[in-house]
């Protein structure tokens, strides 16, 4: 399934409900419907090219066997990209009934005793997750199934003069270990037997965003706060904060631009091309904006709701404490999630209702103190 596909899907059944409302104004009507036809032609499409592409491979031998039993034509092989085990894994999910050709391709593909979570499903989780965790995006993110161990610069030595034919002593650089496990974050979801009257179309929407937003506030709080024990260690223990990494503006004081220069300055120049300001949007709007004044300099800078101070691109997360605020490389902090996220489910005879667990495994940790530094206003 094209990932293009699986958006414009997702997007679809999303318009779908909010159409289902009562509170649809004429205007909205009228936006919606426009949308719908734009991705129903993009969707056209990018079929004609998915089949022509088809057409092509099995031309050159290429193609996989596809197997045609009465009406029903499903693609042996492909695993989680087969439709026919989608539909089979999501009504197994939802306790439905399947019809002969769901069961075929579900047990060509659980067969070996794992369930495998449908690559469009398993799409919409992932998108849906960075939509809800923009740090992923921003940070060094690593797939390695298990442990991951590995050197990360810390220092390296500046080339030097050398006269001809003298001997050349070696300047020593020195590099920093990083091991990376892995913290189980689990999202379980209960909902009754009422489950079974949903489309398929619409329990998959549903899912993804029960599991994927929870799961990525999970994440976003442990990037920025995560302690380290049993979970991700966060940018706030980047490093033990004192004044050769870090400005404190007094409680009975207002920020100043003083400040602001002050921690633009603790960062090392070779780290500025990549820095960000990283805050809360209320720290931004109470303790930054306030410091603009047109008619000396224009300290911020705003292009559309991209926002920038003397120049460092802005990124808002409220999971960083209110009256905080870090200039830091996001790129130096590295975190591992070793395989995709899981989804597994229960009948609770007794309740009468469906449980479903999400399970991610996550670690991470800034393996560079020095590139991040910190700006924090003293509690009253």
């Known amino acids: 399934m094209h990932p293009r596909i699986t958006e414009i899907d997702l997007r679809m059944a999303e318009i779908s409900q909010?159409?289902?409302?009562?509170?649809?104004t004429n205007e909205e009507l009228e936006t919606l419907s426009a949308e719908v036809g734009s991705l129903a032609e993009e969707r056209s499409s990018l079929e004609k090219q998915i089949q022509r592409r088809g057409v092509l491979d099995m031309i050159s031998g290429g193609a996989g066997t596809v197997v045609q039993r009465g009406t029903a034509q499903t693609s042996e092989g492909n695993g989680g990209e087969c439709p026919e085990y989608r539909n089979a894994w999501l009504k197994?999910?939802?306790?439905?009934?399947?019809?002969?050709v769901e069961e075929r391709a579900f047990s060509n593909t659980a067969g070996n005793g794992k369930e495998v979570v449908p690559i469009r499903t398993m799409n919409a989780i992932i998108t849906k997750v960075r939509d809800n965790c923009p740090l992923l995006s921003e940070i060094t993110l690593l797939n390695v199934r298990g442990g991951v161990r590995f050197a990360v610069e810390n220092s390296i030595g500046d080339a030097a003069a050398h006269d001809e034919n003298a001997s050349i002593t070696p300047v020593t650089d020195t590099l920093v270990e990083v091991t990376l496990g892995g913290f189980e974050i689990v999202k379980l979801v209960v909902v009754s037997d009422t489950i079974r009257t949903m489309s398929i179309d619409s329990f998959e929407v549903w899912l993804v965003e029960q599991i994927a937003e929870k799961v990525a506030s999970c994440i976003n709080k442990w990037i920025i706060n995560g302690t380290g024990a049993k979970q991700a260690t966060g940018i706030?223990?980047?490093?033990?904060?004192?004044?050769?990494?870090?400005?404190?503006?007094?409680?009975?004081?207002d920020l100043a631009a003083s400040d602001v220069l002050g921690l633009i300055a603790l960062l090392k120049s070779g780290y500025d091309s990549a820095a960000k300001l990283l805050m809360s949007k209320k720290t931004f709007f109470?303790?930054?904006m306030p410091l603009q004044d047109n008619s000396k300099s224009g300290i911020i800078t705003v292009v559309g709701r991209n926002y920038y101070v003397y120049g460092?691109?802005?990124?808002?997360?409220?999971?960083v404490a209110l009256h905080d605020a870090y200039l830091c490389v996001l790129k130096k902090y590295v975190a591992n999630m070793p395989e995709s996220i899981t989804i597994n489910t229960a009948y609770d005879i007794d309740h009468n209702n469906y449980k479903y667990s999400g399970v991610a495994i996550f670690d991470g940790k800034p393996v560079i103190g020095e590139a991040f530094v910190k700006l924090t206003k003293a509690a009253a």
């Open 18 to 24: 909010r159409l289902k409302a009562d509170d649809v």
């Open 92 to 100: 197994r999910l939802m306790g439905q009934q399947l019809n002969d």
């Open 236 to 253: 706030a223990k980047a490093n033990t904060w004192d004044e050769t990494n870090s400005i404190t503006v007094a409680a009975a004081k």
């Open 286 to 288: 109470t303790d930054f």
């Open 312 to 319: 460092y691109p802005v990124m808002l997360c409220d999971e």
